[in-house]
């Protein structure tokens, strides 16, 4: 007859070791050989009860004391497996069940599932993304079958209990010492089973439909910006919540606006005359125009920045700043009156040499 080892030596802890390290103990022990992964090896399957009467002793607290005392003589007929043991051994086989076979404990799996998620492109102006829009978009999904409500079954016959596993979702099947439950086959885990499909969705349970929604884009929102709407989604099954809506935004171009972070920068044509001498300019911004001061001689690429006039922040950030950047033009064709004019500007410039006139470099300069 062979001589029991010491319990704590099976499971490879101390004498004073916790409650839960016992557990995580047993529980490496348990995945380690257990006959599923060890079939036909009896060595492993010795070594799994071994640790299974283990465990069963140390985690119950009356025993375990019984244990420390006596040794296996103070179990007498108690030594073993206790199924009054079974209420926290259950709770750890459950975990060991969960990583076999995918189910927590082997419990029934949950009728209601989540709907998907679906993604709506939406192209807006280049204005609309900077003071925001309410529109109207139309949204192909899958909602649940107003028949059937969801169900799949004709409501007239309505559902039955699965015949194979008794309304439970499971079944279960003796393997020694243990009860292991899988999920049904037949009605695939959800206990009951549909009589009659329903005539609208054919037992689908949910039907295509083009939902009209309307939306709000926020002021301030760039390509590539997303917008959750909850619940928008496609409908869950068995009573399930509906996945979302994510809108996401493109922006189309401006032919006189283009955008850097908040700032709105665009780019402003001048005459010779308005460079050298200075002016005012009036200038478009998203909010309407506004006047830029131009000083003497500014050059092409000179910027000015008007405060506040670009796109606002998102998430409480600064508004940003239109910044007007400006261009000397060069006229393509003169009169003679105003060919005369530079002529005489580049004789009193000192310009006026044998290479050309002032104008003619300038004109070959921007050429």
């Known amino acids: 007859m062979s001589v029991k080892r010491d319990y704590y030596e099976v499971l490879g802890v101390s004498r004073n070791a916790g409650a839960q390290e016992i557990k ?19 060595q492993a399957e010795e070594k ?8 069963s002793v140390l985690s119950n607290d009356e025993k375990r004391s019984m244990y420390n005392r006596f040794g296996h003589a103070g179990l007498g007929q108690s030594g073993g497996i206790d199924p009054d043991a079974f ?3 259950g709770d750890i086989m459950g975990d060991i069940f969960g990583d076999f076979f995918g189910t927590a404990g082997g419990r029934r799996r949950s009728r209601a599932e989540m709907g ?26 899958q909602t649940n079958c107003d028949t059937c409500e969801g169900s799949g079954a004709d409501p007239r ?13 499971q079944v279960a099947y003796q393997q020694g010492f243990f009860t292991i439950s899988r999920t049904c086959s037949h009605c695939r885990g959800q206990g009951q089973i549909v009589k009659q499909r329903c005539p609208k969705c054919h037992g689908k349970g949910r039907l295509q439909e083009e939902k009209v929604l309307e939306i709000k884009i926020p002021p301030g929102v760039g390509p590539g910006s997303r917008l959750r709407i909850s619940g928008e989604g496609e409908a869950g099954s068995r009573g399930g919540p509906s996945g979302d809506l994510y809108v996401v935004v493109s922006v189309e171009d401006h032919p006189f606006f283009r955008r850097e972070g908040n ?8 005459s010779f005359s308005q460079a050298a001498l200075g002016t005012d300019i009036t200038v478009k911004t998203l909010d309407g125009e506004e006047k830029v001061r131009l000083p003497e001689g500014t050059q092409t690429g000179s910027s000015f920045r008007l405060r506040n006039k670009g796109f606002p922040g998102l998430n409480g950030r600064r508004k940003g700043d239109q910044v007007v950047e400006v261009t000397v033009m060069t006229p393509r064709k ?34």
């Open 24 to 42: 995580s103990s047993y529980r490496k022990l348990a995945l380690r050989y257990h006959p599923d992964k060890n079939k036909g090896n009896k």
């Open 48 to 55: 799994f009860k071994e640790a299974a009467e283990a465990y």
């Open 87 to 89: 209420g926290s051994f």
């Open 116 to 141: 998907a998620d679906l993604r709506y492109d939406l192209k807006i102006s280049f204005i609309e993304s900077a003071f925001g829009v309410k529109t109207k978009i139309k949204i192909p999904r």
């Open 157 to 169: 016959y309505g559902t039955a209990t699965c015949p194979t596993c008794s309304g439970r979702g």
């Open 263 to 270: 700032d709105v920068l665009c780019e402003v044509p001048i």
């Open 334 to 367: 003169l009169s003679s009156k105003q060919r005369e004019l530079f002529e005489q500007l580049a004789d009193v410039s000192g310009e006026h040499h044998v290479e050309g006139t002032f104008f003619e470099k300038v004109k070959e300069f921007f050429s």
